[in-house]
């Protein structure tokens, strides 16, 4: 008879060395003694001689769920105690996850925790298993290789024929996104002869393509061929993403046909990912002609069909197409979410039609769809764009009136909106209104700021303002420096703007041709045009390309300061760049010519320009008369 049978709570006579009976749990510093001295000096434990410390008495515990008898001997317990105890319990899976539920993570050693884990993988849910594999894989002190090992050991000794356990152990590295070695895994159970399931492989396979790492995906592709492993319909449609995510959009289609061809049908999910493939290339027409497929092959689009052509038309500004889209999908009874009506909202705002914008927000409501707060800011930031300044914040009222809190991206739509207005009283009001709704400002908030101080020539206030958030932590991107640099430029003060420039490069934040542009704009209202031309090098060796405002910001400067030939020199170097000349080319170089009284090759460029389709404007035109006045009026010019 086992004597520890007929143990329970009423029964033990407890002889303790303390009057406390609330047991704390052990901590991480108890954990460090040794268990004598645990023993003794923890006021929270009662000690007893007289509990035994054998495998039975665990497992007699574990069975009848006397868990503070098993929390009075933790600190004696040995890693072998534990092991033979774990055996004993192999056909209660249950028992053993409570068990180890009751053990401090320190008094378990890897080798107890993988025979465990064997265990517990027979009951019916993974997420037990899964979440102490994560424990063993996050730990960090055993490799997973380690931890695949041992799995191996206490299959062989359980006498376990499933290799469930090892699937698990796959699939708790792609949970935590550690790829490298969920495919260790795979190849290990390779080398053992073990196939892994489908399902494993597919999760691995998803986790590639989530991180990108698509000639990955084709290598476990590959192996999985040759393992035979049967690929499923979710198999071919995350290849099928994989072959839209390297742009390789033909062969999806054709990956179709390679499918059905192995008798896998291809469903909604396989077409919509071709669709979103061809969407995101800009590419509508071919997604166009994959809808007609699914049409005719009677597999019925769904929500997120509809919503990515919608998405892809409104991105290529083809909005009647886009809506007759969304009428087919409301005609075949699917109702669209807030997302694809903020997306043909967005579309018909960049178009600058807020009548089309408006009439979907109503239809929404009228469908029971709320709006979103993405669906105001879409609305607020196109009327600010039209200077529709009252409606905008009739807006802002039907937020608070709706129940819905403003976010980040609404207040940096209305400070950016005050701002284009000059109102700065107001742009700083909504910054501080902010602060107190417990939203953080983010770069875009402090970029308007910088620049409506910078452009109400208040520069003093925007340095100040770009002082005191970079001191504390926010580091300045190249717009913020933009704006500040602009405002210095247009203050007169181009040495501060390229003490900034210094300080982008200590930053380690690159300029762009903004930057550039801006500083070289400076020069040139200076008269300084051999430095602008200097910074115009210095931006190339940068490797930063030129576009047309840094060419014509060099030429007007040439050209105002007369020095016509080499206005017509970098004239020459845009086009050879390949960069064709615009109104503001022509006008510069017209200015230029008619300073040097030279009128018939000004009238020369005139026709030039008509000849390209360039309309002149007043700019051209009293360039030219300026010039015949000149012409006509010698003595002005010096001449007499």
Same mark, same amino acid.
């Given at each position: 008879?086992?004597?520890?049978?007929?143990?329970?709570?009423?029964?033990?006579?407890?002889?303790?060395?303390?009057?406390?009976?609330?047991?704390?749990?052990?901590?991480?510093? =108890?954990?460090?003694?040794?268990?004598?001295?645990?023993?003794?000096?923890?006021?929270?434990?009662?000690?007893?001689?007289?509990?035994?410390?054998?495998?039975?008495?665990?497992?007699?515990?574990?069975?009848?769920?006397?868990?503070?008898?098993?929390?009075?001997?933790?600190?004696?317990?040995?890693?072998?105690?534990?092991?033979?105890?774990?055996?004993?319990?192999?056909?209660?899976?249950?028992?053993?996850?409570?068990?180890?539920?009751?053990?401090?993570?320190?008094?378990?050693? &890897?080798?107890?925790?993988?025979?465990?884990?064997?265990?517990?993988?027979?009951?019916?849910?993974?997420?037990?298993?899964?979440?102490?594999?994560?424990?063993?894989?996050?730990?960090?002190?055993?490799?997973?290789?380690?931890?695949?090992?041992?799995?191996?050991?206490?299959?062989?000794?359980?006498?376990?024929?499933?290799?469930?356990?090892?699937?698990?152990?796959?699939?708790?590295?792609?949970?935590?996104?550690?790829?490298?070695?969920?495919?260790?895994? +795979?190849?290990?159970?390779?080398?053992?002869?073990?196939?892994?399931?489908?399902?494993?492989?597919?999760?691995?396979?998803?986790?590639?393509?989530?991180?990108?790492?698509?000639?990955?995906?084709?290598?476990?592709?590959?192996?999985?061929?040759?393992?035979?492993?049967?690929?499923?319909?979710?198999?071919?449609?995350?290849?099928?993403?994989?072959?839209?995510?390297?742009?390789?959009?033909?062969? &999806?289609?054709?990956?179709?046909?390679?499918?059905?061809?192995?008798?896998?049908?291809?469903?909604?999910?396989?077409?919509?990912?071709?669709?979103?493939?061809?969407?995101?290339?800009?590419?509508?027409?071919?997604?166009?002609?994959?809808?007609?497929?699914?049409?005719?092959?009677?597999?019925?689009?769904?929500?997120?069909?509809?919503?990515?052509?919608?998405?892809?038309?409104?991105?290529?500004?083809?909005?009647?197409? &886009?809506?007759?889209?969304?009428?087919?999908?409301?005609?075949?009874?699917?109702?669209?979410?807030?997302?694809?009506?903020?997306?043909?909202?967005?579309?018909?705002?960049?178009?600058?039609?807020?009548?089309?914008?408006?009439?979907?927000?109503?239809?929404?409501?009228?469908?029971?769809?709320?709006?979103?707060?993405?669906?105001?800011?879409?609305?607020?930031?196109?009327? +600010?764009?039209?200077?529709?300044?009252?409606?905008?914040?009739?807006?802002?009222?039907?937020?608070?009136?709706?129940?819905?809190?403003?976010?980040?991206?609404?207040?940096?739509?209305?400070?950016?909106?005050?701002?284009?207005?000059?109102?700065?009283?107001? &742009? +700083?009001?909504?910054?501080?209104?902010?602060?107190?709704?417990?939203?953080?400002?983010?770069?875009?908030?402090?970029?308007?700021?910088?620049?409506?101080?910078?452009?109400?020539?208040?520069?003093?206030?925007?340095?100040?303002?770009?002082?005191?958030?970079?001191?504390?932590?926010?580091?300045?991107?190249?717009?913020?420096?933009?704006?500040?640099?602009?405002?210095?430029?247009?203050?007169?003060?181009?040495?501060?703007?390229?003490?900034?420039?210094?300080?982008?490069?200590?930053?380690?934040?690159?300029?762009?041709?903004?930057?550039?542009?801006?500083?070289?704009?400076?020069?040139?209202?200076?008269?300084?045009?051999?430095?602008?031309?200097?910074?115009?090098?210095?931006?190339?060796?940068?490797?930063?390309?030129?576009?047309?405002? =840094?060419?014509?910001?060099?030429?007007?400067?040439?050209?105002?300061?007369?020095?016509?030939?080499?206005?017509?020199?970098?004239?020459?170097?845009?086009?050879?760049?390949? +960069?064709?000349?615009?109104?503001?080319?022509?006008?510069?170089?017209?200015?230029?010519?008619?300073?040097?009284?030279?009128?018939?090759?000004?009238?020369?460029?005139?026709?030039?320009?008509?000849?390209?389709?360039?309309?002149?404007?007043?700019?051209?035109?009293?360039?030219?008369?300026?010039?015949?006045?000149?012409?006509?009026?010698?003595?002005?010019?010096?001449?007499?």
């Amino acid at each position: 008879m086992n004597p520890y049978k007929f143990l329970n709570r009423s029964s033990l006579n407890f002889k303790t060395t303390t009057h406390c009976h609330s047991f704390a749990p052990f901590s991480s510093i =108890s954990l460090q003694k040794t268990p004598q001295e645990t023993l003794s000096q923890s006021p929270n434990i009662p000690t007893n001689p007289i509990l035994p410390l054998t495998h039975n008495f665990l497992e007699e515990s574990a069975r009848s769920s006397q868990w503070h008898l098993i929390k009075q001997i933790v600190p004696n317990l040995t890693p072998s105690l534990i092991s033979q105890t774990l055996q004993n319990l192999h056909e209660t899976p249950q028992i053993v996850l409570d068990l180890l539920n009751h053990l401090h993570h320190g008094v378990i050693d &890897a080798e107890s925790r993988c025979l465990a884990i064997v265990i517990v993988a027979r009951l019916p849910s993974p997420r037990p298993s899964l979440q102490l594999l994560k424990l063993a894989v996050g730990s960090g002190t055993t490799s997973v290789r380690e931890i695949f090992e041992m799995l191996a050991i206490s299959r062989d000794r359980l006498g376990v024929k499933s290799s469930i356990v090892f699937d698990y152990l796959v699939k708790s590295c792609c949970e935590m996104n550690r790829a490298d070695e969920g495919f260790e895994c +795979f190849y290990m159970m390779k080398e053992k002869g073990v196939a892994p399931k489908i399902e494993t492989c597919n999760e691995l396979l998803s986790l590639f393509l989530k991180l990108n790492r698509t000639e990955a995906a084709w290598v476990l592709y590959a192996e999985m061929f040759r393992l035979r492993i049967k690929s499923s319909v979710y198999t071919f449609n995350i290849m099928i993403n994989v072959l839209c995510k390297e742009g390789k959009l033909k062969k &999806a289609k054709d990956f179709v046909g390679h499918m059905e061809s192995l008798g896998v049908k291809p469903n909604v999910v396989t077409y919509n990912t071709i669709i979103h493939g061809y969407c995101s290339r800009g590419r509508v027409e071919g997604a166009d002609g994959i809808l007609n497929t699914m049409k005719r092959k009677k597999i019925q689009p769904d929500a997120y069909t509809y919503g990515s052509l919608i998405g892809g038309m409104c991105k290529q500004g083809r909005l009647e197409k &886009a809506s007759k889209i969304f009428e087919e999908m409301v005609q075949n009874g699917l109702l669209p979410s807030a997302v694809t009506y903020n997306t043909l909202i967005d579309g018909f705002c960049s178009k600058g039609n807020l009548e089309m914008s408006f009439a979907y927000k109503d239809e929404m409501l009228k469908k029971g769809i709320k709006p979103t707060v993405s669906t105001y800011n879409l609305l607020i930031h196109a009327l +600010f764009m039209e200077q529709r300044i009252d409606e905008a914040e009739g807006m802002m009222k039907e937020i608070q009136e709706n129940g819905m809190a403003p976010d980040a991206i609404t207040y940096n739509i209305l400070i950016n909106g005050y701002c284009r207005c000059g109102n700065v009283k107001k &742009a +700083f009001s909504l910054h501080d209104e902010m602060l107190t709704s417990g939203i953080w400002p983010t770069k875009v908030t402090y970029t308007s700021l910088i620049h409506v101080l910078s452009k109400k020539n208040r520069i003093k206030e925007a340095n100040e303002l770009f002082n005191k958030i970079t001191s504390k932590g926010v580091l300045p991107d190249v717009i913020m420096f933009n704006a500040l640099i602009d405002g210095y430029c247009s203050n007169g003060n181009v040495e501060r703007a390229f003490e900034l420039l210094k300080d982008m490069d200590r930053m380690k934040v690159l300029p762009d041709e903004v930057t550039f542009n801006t500083i070289m704009q400076g020069r040139c209202r200076e008269g300084k045009v051999e430095e602008a031309r200097e910074l115009f090098d210095d931006m190339k060796r940068r490797g930063i390309k030129p576009d047309h405002v =840094s060419f014509n910001t060099l030429i007007s400067g040439y050209s105002r300061r007369g020095d016509i030939k080499d206005a017509f020199r970098v004239r020459d170097e845009m086009l050879n760049t390949g +960069f064709n000349p615009t109104l503001l080319t022509y006008n510069a170089l017209i200015q230029g010519l008619c300073k040097n009284q030279d009128g018939d090759h000004a009238e020369q460029l005139l026709k030039e320009m008509v000849s390209k389709g360039i309309r002149p404007d007043d700019s051209t035109y009293l360039s030219l008369i300026d010039g015949i006045t000149k012409l006509d009026n010698p003595v002005e010019n010096g001449n007499s």
